[in-house]
Nanobody
Framework: QVLLIESGGGVAQAVGSLSLSCSAS????????MCWFRQTPGQERDLVAL????????YYGDSVQGRFTISRGNGQNMVTLKMNSLKPENTAVYYC????????????????????WGQGTQVTVSS
């Protein structure tokens, strides 16, 4: 079992920055595929950023490419999401998610592929 706890959400102004952290416990996640999703009311969870151990690379949603950066740190049991040049449309609840490397790489861009989820952290960007 993997327990994920997000932190770092809050309120920021447009063009500002925020960093989100996801701390994992229970198992070492260094070889897990780790992802940040976001969700707004009435919408499905959308991929924001993925760091894939299986593929050895990162992926980003089109709308955040070049502005957000996902990275691992702290002995590999933490994943961070650095968000720059924030826009009001980035307002959402952000979730950290993890799945073992055995999960098909074809599926790992979809929320349904993930076994472990954090509780979510609210990010609000004001204009």
């Amino acid at each position: 079992q993997v327990l994920l706890i997000e932190s770092g959400g809050g309120v920021a102004q447009a063009v500002g920055s925020l960093s989100l952290s996801c701390s994992a416990s229970g198992r070492t996640i260094s070889c897990y595929n780790m992802c940040w999703f976001r969700q707004t009311p009435g919408q499905e969870r959308d991929l924001v950023a993925l760091t894939s151990w299986s593929l050895g690379r990162t992926y980003y949603g089109d709308s955040v490419q070049g502005r957000f950066t996902i990275s691992r740190g702290n002995g590999q049991n933490m994943v961070t999401l650095k968000m720059n040049s924030l826009k009001p449309e980035n307002t959402a609840v952000y979730y950290c998610a993890a799945v073992p490397p055995s999960r098909s790489v074809v599926l790992i861009r979809s929320a349904g592929a993930y076994d472990y989820w954090g509780q979510g952290t609210q990010v609000t960007v004001s204009s």
